[in-house]
């Protein structure tokens, strides 16, 4: 099983990154974290990647009714969402699969979050324009 959902877009990254922003947010995510990892690589590591930045979306009412079930699973908060240039035209969105998230819970308590977090996010990538 894999650990992401994701979906490409024959789209420039600037315009993917914003039109993933405006889709988490139309459901009912906000943006707690925004990484600019090819910046932060290229000062950290004097490395070149392409673009790409990490999303730390949230969406607090499945945060908070996650961390009143297992306070732990707050170190896996918030959802990450990456947009990442794979070249001048296409882009790649990569959400962090709630399943694989819960699965790392040891209370089946969690599901019913999980299931609505995978929900919005997978009709958040859902949402973005088609790829060719």
Known sequence: MGFTISRTLAVPYDEALAATREALSDQGFGILTEIDLAATMKAKLDVDLPPQTILGACRPAL???AITVDPS???VLPCNV???????????????????????????????????????????????????
Do not use: C
């Open 73 to 75: 699973i707050a170190a």
């Open 82 to 132: 990456v947009v990442r240039s794979l070249d001048a035209t296409t882009t790649l969105v990569e959400a962090f699969d709630p399943d694989a998230m819960m699965g790392l819970a040891d209370t089946g308590a969690l599901d019913t979050v999980a299931a609505d977090a995978k929900q919005r996010l997978t009709a958040a990538l859902a949402a973005l324009p088609e790829e060719d």
């Open 63 to 65: 945060a908070y009714e």
